[in-house]
Nanobody, 126 residues
Framework: QVQLLESGGGLVQAGGSLRLSCAAS?????????????MGWFRQAPGKEREFVAV????????DYADAVKGRFTISRDNAENVAYLQMDKLKPEDTAVYYC??????????????WGQGTQVTVSS
């Protein structure tokens, strides 16, 4: 069974840092196929629509970020471990949201993802 499992969320003060992880397992992610997927991070704040945060290409060679997080967040991946990461620095209260990781077969997609995790809560206090 295909699974994306996020971890690393929590409560942090403004200006602090968190590192989210997304572990892929099962089904299509077995046998080295994780490295064929672009990995993205999205977030959804209360009362708002889910929005794109960042994406990394299948081999980690290129990245793309939403303007709101550019220069503060860094996306990366380890294909040997089937894990994607989101390093979040200089966090702001407006970064508070449930963060989701997702997998897609595109190059640097901002939409049309095939698989989603269940989300992890990030809360930034002022």
């Amino acid at each position: 069974q295909v699974q994306l499992l996020e971890s690393g969320g929590g409560l942090v003060q403004a200006g602090g840092s968190l590192r989210l992880s997304c572990a892929a397992s099962g089904g299509t992610f077995s046998g080295g196929t994780f490295s064929k997927y672009a990995m993205g991070w999205f977030r959804q704040a209360p009362g708002k629509e889910r929005e794109f945060v960042a994406v990394v290409t299948f081999n980690g060679g290129r990245t793309d970020y939403a303007d709101a997080v550019k220069g503060r967040f860094t996306i990366s991946r380890d294909n040997a471990e089937n894990v994607a990461y989101l390093q979040m620095d200089k966090l702001k209260p407006e970064d508070t949201a449930v963060y989701y990781c997702a997998a897609a077969l595109g190059f640097l997609p901002r939409a049309d993802y095939d698989y989603w995790g269940q989300g992890t809560q990030v809360t930034v206090s002022s």
